[in-house]
């Protein structure tokens, strides 16, 4: 069964400060593995998808790593912003479209 | 393009009650799934539809839990008789047939079980 893990589960930091934000799974057997961004009261958005074969995707200030042989993933948020405030899920894709989600990390960007 | 509907945004029932919620997914999106965000968790898959057949419903509590989506469009989603746990938010989401395209989701629906 697959689980994921993401570290830290909360974290503030001052604006313009990078970050890194963690996620780790048990069983690199994985299609592709999702970021996305959840605002309090919404759904969840989309922000970078890396498939098995990638290493990385980059959007704008956001850059995710992958290594499935280590089952990690980063995501990378350069020059945060007070916007950047959310909650981030790390979710994998192993099999049929099947996503299993970490419990996220909750990001504050104080000014 | 219009995103992933959902309704109602919010409910309030009583334990024993039943609630049923509504998704209209994105045009011409095949796929469709029910996700269960417990507050301080990630979702958690409920049931996955291709067109309006079942792909996965393992997560799914049977007993108490249904959902259909008929003529391959909207799809509702129902609880009967709800209990205090199943407080959360019920996420709808949608894809094309494409396995490795991404998920787009609707904005949920909050149920507060008392």
């Known amino acids: 069964k697959q689980e994921v893990t993401q570290i830290p589960a909360a974290l503030s930091v001052p604006e313009g400060e990078n970050l890194v934000l963690n996620c780790s799974f048990t069983d690199s057997a994985i299609y592709n593995l999702q970021w996305f961004r959840q605002d309090p009261g919404k759904g969840l958005t989309s922000l970078l998808l890396?498939?098995?074969?990638?290493r990385e995707q980059t959007s704008g200030r956001l850059n995710a790593s992958l290594d499935k042989s280590s089952g990690r993933s980063t995501l990378y948020i350069a020059a945060s912003q007070p916007g950047d405030s959310a909650t981030y899920l790390c979710a994998v894709d192993g099999t049929a479209s099947k996503l299993t989600f970490g419990t996220g990390t909750r990001l504050q960007v104080t000014l | 393009e219009a995103g992933v509907a959902q309704s109602p945004r919010y409910k309030i029932i009583e334990k024993r009650q039943s609630v049923a919620f509504w998704c209209n997914p994105i045009?011409?999106?095949?796929?469709l799934y029910w996700y269960q965000q417990i507050l301080g968790q990630g979702p958690k898959l409920l049931i996955q539809?291709?067109?309006?057949?079942?792909?996965?419903d393992s997560q799914l509590p049977k007993d108490r839990f249904s959902a259909e989506r008929l003529k391959g469009v909207d799809s509702t989603l129902k609880i009967q008789p709800a209990k205090l746990e199943d407080s959360a938010v019920y996420l709808c989401?949608?894809?094309?047939?494409?396995?490795?395209?991404?998920?787009?989701f609707g904005p949920g629906t909050r149920l507060l079980v008392l």
């Open positions: 539809f291709q067109n309006n057949g079942v792909v996965d």
């Open positions: 890396i498939q098995s074969s990638q």
């Open positions: 989401a949608s894809s094309t047939s494409r396995g490795w395209e991404t998920q787009y």
């Open positions: 045009s011409g999106h095949a796929t």
